[in-house]
């Protein structure tokens, strides 16, 4: 089964808007990581986030961490039509080799 | 240079053939590791390897016989293609994921008809 569920499945919105997707997991991490996905094309990492950081900042990306209600969630802002792509949240258990993947958000950018 | 290629990007065969899909990563990361993704985008891990040595193995057909000759090497053997292996399959290479993403391939579109 899927470690990581992602909330909305899809959203599209209009450049130059911010872009928020959630992602909750059922165990306990070692760290939470979110890929980008382009049509087509491999896994590009974003962010890797630790169990004990609550945010992180990498550009216009801020990725937030809450281990008690075990979920994070991605910010894009000022969204641009080369932020289309599918988005997926990974996450690491403690002492595993593993990432265990979500089912991603698809997000498409209007221009 | 390509962090992490695979060979071929396309695959069409037959139910029944035996295929491989190869992959090389020059990062020089000790750990590789096979993904399948199917038609709704849902990842799952099949292998890995830790400097030649499996350290993961999911519930997959034993059909699917993984081989890593070095570090730098891994590759995915499939015996006996039935129409449901049909997916996208990602090599992945990573130093360690506890600290570090993974860095990925392009993909292999494996379709059995």
């Known amino acids: 089964s899927q470690q990581g569920e992602e909330d909305p499945q899809a959203l599209s919105i209009q450049e130059g808007e911010n872009a928020t997707m959630n992602c909750s997991y059922k165990?306990?991490?070692?760290?939470l990581q979110w890929y980008r996905q382009n049509s087509g094309r491999g896994l590009v990492h974003l962010i890797l986030?630790?169990?004990?950081?609550r945010e992180k900042h990498s550009g216009r990306l801020r990725v937030t961490l809450d281990t008690s209600k075990k979920s994070s969630s991605l910010l894009i802002t000022a969204s641009r039509a080369a932020d289309t792509a599918s988005y997926f949240c990974?996450?690491?258990?403690?002492?595993?080799?593993?990432?265990?993947f979500g089912a991603g958000t698809t997000v498409t950018v209007r221009a | 240079d390509t962090a992490v290629s695979q060979t071929p990007k396309y695959l069409v065969t037959q139910m029944g053939n035996d295929k491989s899909i190869k992959c090389e990563q020059n990062?020089?990361?000790?750990?590789m590791y096979w993904y399948k993704q199917d038609s709704k985008k849902f990842l799952k891990i099949m292998f890995s390897?830790?400097?030649?040595?499996?350290?993961i193995n999911e519930t997959v057909p034993n059909r699917f016989s993984p081989k890593s000759p070095d570090k730098a090497h891994l590759n995915l053997h499939i015996n006996s293609l039935e129409l449901g292996d049909s997916a996208v399959y990602f090599c992945?290479?990573?130093?360690?994921?506890?600290?570090?993403?993974?860095?990925f391939g392009s993909g292999t579109r494996l379709t059995v008809v």
């Open positions: 990974a996450s690491s258990l403690s002492n595993d080799y593993k990432l265990s």
């Open positions: 165990t306990s991490i070692n760290n």
């Open positions: 986030i630790r169990s004990n950081e």
């Open positions: 990062l020089g990361h000790d750990t």
């Open positions: 390897y830790n400097n030649k040595e499996l350290i």
């Open positions: 992945a290479s990573s130093q360690d994921p506890r600290n570090y993403g993974y860095t």
